[in-house]
């Protein structure tokens, strides 16, 4: 081997170093950030607050149908399909897919359902804290109550 090829050599081997510290670098980055997003639950059965952390989120979470009514007449919608889809998690309580989004109290941690259905806002239950303006009461964005006829 000449001089020539050994600095070739060099070269490639650097680069190749650097390609897989980069991917190192870039999965362990990938795999933090997926450690800090925390989802938050609330068991319907055993009415416990639980959380999923993201390495475990493919695992104990998934959206499927809300009702089991099969419909075999072929065509659906796509509007009516993701009216009927609901997301889900495993509880560590139940066993069971009895899990529904939840969020956290940034005030006294208690971890609370969310309503799903837009009718009201979502408040701690304890202490009335709002996870949309992260302090304590409704928010001004919500609408006006509706007025009787
Ligand atoms: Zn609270």
Redesign the pocket.
């Known amino acids: 081997m000449n001089s020539k090829e050994g600095v070739k050599l060099g070269i490639a081997i650097a680069i190749i170093a650097v390609a897989i510290g980069l991917f190192v670098y870039r999965t362990r980055a990938a795999a933090d950030a997926a450690d800090d997003s925390k989802t938050f639950w609330y068991c319907t059965q055993s009415n416990k607050g639980f959380e999923v952390s993201g390495p475990d989120y493919d695992r104990n979470v998934r959206t499927g149908r809300k009702t089991a009514a099969p419909q075999q007449e072929g065509t659906i919608s796509r509007a009516r399909l993701s009216d009927d889809l609901v997301t889900q998690a495993k509880s560590p309580y139940s066993g069971d897919w009895t899990g529904v989004p939840a969020s956290k109290?940034g005030?006294?941690?208690?971890i609370f359902p969310l309503k799903t259905d837009a009718q009201g806002e979502n408040l701690?239950p304890?202490?009335?804290?709002n996870p949309v303006t992260q302090t304590k009461g409704p928010s001004n964005l919500a609408p006006p109550p509706e007025k009787p006829e």
């Open positions: 109290c005030d006294c941690g208690e701690c304890k202490c009335n804290w």
